[in-house]
């Protein structure tokens, strides 16, 4: 250190040289450069970069670079590389680990400044505290939205590209072949000109079983005018099931991951500002995503479903796109067991729209309110 | 009674038909509880900003202090950089900043001292905002916190404990960080404040690689950001090699000497008294004392003796019989003879005569400038004797 160096008064700006105005650093609202700065921060951690890699683009690599290389080297022993299923499959890949990378991402962005002891310079700046938690938000989503998005993106390349074509009959309840794009009515209709092959299936309904006789013509059109809704729904789904889901299909399914994504982030990050820890954190995401959403989710408890109903997992499988829900097969909860995907809300009895969104809003708008309250009224 | 039956006894039907069973009751009470609990806190809360009742204090008794030195604490024309009146900070029943009353002047370099576990950085934590203040009014630059505390902090810089940063991060990447939250054109002084520190060369390097002192020249080039009239230094020697205290000492002299108010709290007395013109003392979370650091010690009125002579122990008995001085202490170079406070050069003239008088030969006597830390030390004796 010497005085000799070139000094700020040398540059113009010694304390009284010029009044000029003061930056507004009291407004709530963060700016650009606040934002970009924090995203460098969070960006130059290397560790966590590598981890946010490995969990959200790696698997997806792996599941359809493996299938692609076998589809080359052997065209006959292994199909194409991408179907309606793997498509599902792959998306609940990245959103199972895409929940928790980004819940790790935003435990590191609410903890580092305490933990690194740079907190305590930011507050001496004067720049409002609730600024400096709001530019965590997109610095930090800065980082997941690209990288689900290339996952994302990968899954619908080789979906779009190499996958069978779409088949033009639809097969459900072990009703074989019927034709594609009917309608409630134009299904009635085609069930009750194939009573024959209705009769053969299992529909739900049907009189019979083993050892009795087969239902009579009257019987079968009885049962199929009382239960076409529930056909229609069993149809829809194996329609849906077993095509390659449309551009604005995989747009929609594309903006529930990153909702999906995005949610973990702030949990995390609302999550690690109210405790200061950031292994404390991660631990307790990883154990909402894989223990206690799957088991909740699978289990009704008659006295607590509207308990369950407010857990984000719940909800977001009652918002999960109707492509991704039934590309399983119907009445399938996803595509994976219970810790990749597939949590089972479709068999969970549905919640109101106006539930699921006051729940969804309830995890962002809560757990960020709270990780900012903790932030303005924290010792620095 | 059966499961349904059960349900529908405590339930609610939505509006899809759906049965909302009696969790809505569990959610409910579960909202009751935490507002329950919130209110439980806030009383709390409530309770705190009260005065604290002196019976529950477990700290020993502090010291009643002497009335604090009101020599030059007159409003300066320059204004005050710092002004605290009744300023408390609790942490539970623990007292520790105690109705602090603390008049820093403009562009004074200002020692904050006191004894490690005095108060002097949970000051500091108030006056910047890290903590939040039990009772009192304070001001920076004339600017009162916490009510305009973002107008107030804008041109302050403080190193408040170890200055640590993001290890990860080079040192021009820390500085960006900071230079974005200040805002304005402070990004433009980060260059400038990296060369004036002397870490110019090192500012692409991960700061995780630097050493304890350019940690704490970072934490300068942190506050140079601000272009800062009041700096706020907190053991800034801190972890220090010598050649590193007398950078750090050079940078605060030259900081000073362009105007900044620098207030640097210390327990090194001897750096105090280098760096600084004017200090406030502090113990047990108040200020026993404030002003010049010159007035200061003349104030104090002990005039000191160092006495060359034969037979010093008889001397230090005649000396002690006669009741010459307030104090003697024998040493290793002879006798060190404290007289009165307020004892003129006469009462030296009259200890010589008397010495000669009884046949002790006096080889010299010589008048000990009484040092910052001299003073320090007899002002919390005192303390520790009205104790």
Redesign the interface.
């Known amino acids: 250190m010497t005085t000799t160096e070139p000094s700020l008064s040398e540059a113009g700006s010694a304390p009284g040289a010029g009044r000029r105005a003061m930056p507004r650093t009291g407004a709530w609202l963060p700016t650009w450069p606040l934002i970009t700065t924090k995203n460098l921060e969070i960006r130059k951690r290397r560790g966590l970069m590598i981890t946010m890699v490995v969990l959200i683009i790696v698997p997806t690599v792996l599941f359809y670079g493996l299938r692609l290389l076998f589809h080359a080297v052997d065209p006959h022993g292994y199909g194409l590389a991408g179907s309606p299923q793997f498509f599902s499959q792959a998306t609940n890949l990245i959103e199972e680990f895409g929940f928790i990378a980004a819940a790790a991402l935003g435990a590191a962005a609410g903890t580092t400044d305490l933990s690194d002891g740079m907190f305590r310079h930011l507050v001496i700046t004067g720049r409002s505290r609730l600024a400096l938690y709001l530019a965590r938000i997109p610095a930090g989503l800065a980082i997941t939205v690209p990288l689900v998005a290339l996952a994302f993106g990968m899954n619908c390349l080789v979906t779009s590209y190499q996958s069978p074509p779409n088949p033009t009959t639809v097969s459900f309840y072990g009703v074989n072949a019927a034709p594609d794009n009917l309608n409630q009515a134009e299904l009635q209709t085609w069930l009750l000109q194939h009573s024959q092959q209705v009769a053969n299936g299992f529909l739900p309904g049907l009189p019979g079983g083993p050892g009795a006789p087969p239902a009579s013509l009257t019987q079968i059109r009885t049962v199929i005018d009382h239960n076409i809704a529930t056909y229609y729904g069993a149809y829809t789904a194996g329609e849906i099931s077993g095509s390659t889901p449309p551009i604005n299909e995989m747009f929609k399914i594309g903006l529930w991951l990153e909702l999906d994504v995005g949610i973990a982030f702030l949990v995390g990050l609302g999550f690690g500002s109210l405790t200061g820890q950031r292994t404390t954190t991660v631990i307790v995401m990883i154990a909402l995503e894989i223990i206690v959403t799957p088991l909740l989710a699978h289990t009704q408890l008659p006295y607590f479903i509207d308990g369950q109903r407010l857990l984000i997992g719940v909800a977001m499988d009652q918002l999960r796109p109707a492509a991704l829900a039934a590309a399983a097969g119907p009445g399938q909860g996803g595509g994976g067991g219970i810790l990749l995907g597939g949590r089972g809300a479709i068999g969970f009895p549905p919640m109101p729209t106006w539930a699921m969104i006051a729940v969804i809003l309830g995890w962002i708008i809560g757990w960020s309110g709270i990780g900012a309250w903790r932030m303005m009224t924290r010792d620095a | 009674m059966n ?1 349904n039956d ?2 529908a006894a ?1 339930g609610v039907t ?3 038909g ?7 009751g ?2 409910a009470l579960l909202v009751l509880g935490a507002l329950g609990y919130g209110a439980v806190r806030l009383s709390q809360r409530v309770r705190l900003s009260r005065p604290p009742r002196r019976a529950a204090r477990p700290a020993p008794p502090a010291p009643q202090p002497a009335p604090a030195s009101p020599v030059s604490l007159a409003r300066p024309d320059g204004g005050w950089a710092v002004e605290t009146h009744g300023l408390t900070k609790r942490f539970g029943p623990t007292v520790a900043v105690d109705g602090v009353e603390l008049l820093v002047p403009r562009g004074s370099a200002f020692g904050y001292l006191g004894p490690n576990g005095a108060g002097k950085t949970t000051l500091i ?1 108030t006056l ?5 203040a039990n009772a009192g009014t304070m001001s920076l630059r004339d600017i009162p916190v916490p009510a305009e ?10 190193i ?10 080079t040192g021009r ?2 500085l ?14 980060i260059d ?2 990296l ?4 870490l ?1 060369d090192r500012a692409g390097d991960k700061v995780g690689t630097y050493s304890m002192g350019m940690r704490q ?1 970072l934490g ?1 080039a ?1 506050c ?1 950001l ?4 009041l700096l706020m230094l907190d053991e800034p020697m801190n972890g220090l090699d010598p050649a ?1 205290m007398h ?2 000492r ?2 605060i002299a ?1 900081l000073a000497g ?3 108010t620098v207030v640097l709290s210390s327990h090194l007395l001897d750096e105090v008294e280098r760096t600084c013109d004017a200090v406030a003392i502090v113990d047990h979370g108040r200020v026993i004392r404030q002003g010049p650091i010159d007035e200061l010690i003349r104030g104090a009125g002990a005039l000191v003796v160092q006495v060359d002579c034969a037979e010093p122990a008889r001397a230090k008995q005649l000396i002690e019989e006669a009741g010459l001085a307030a104090g003697t202490a024998l040493a290793h170079a002879g006798l060190t003879v404290t007289l009165r406070a307020g004892a003129s050069r006469e009462a030296v003239a009259d200890l010589n005569r008397r010495l000669v008088g009884a046949g002790i030969d006096v080889y010299g006597l010589r008048e000990v400038q009484t040092s910052l830390e001299d003073w320090f030390l007899s002002v919390t004796s005192r303390l520790g004797e009205a104790s």
């Open positions: 499961t059960l349900l405590g939505g509006p899809h759906q049965h909302f069973g009696p969790g809505l569990i959610v934590r910047l905002g890290l903590t939040k505390r973002s107008r107030a902090l804008a041109r302050v810089g403080a408040v404990d170890e200055p640590r940063f993001h290890g990860h991060l990447d820390n960006r960080l900071l230079a974005a939250a200040r805002g304005g054109d402070a990004d433009q002084r400038p404040s060369a004036r520190v002397g110019a020249r300068v942190a140079l601000a272009d800062p009239d590193g950078e750090m050079a940078m030259s362009e105007g900044r």
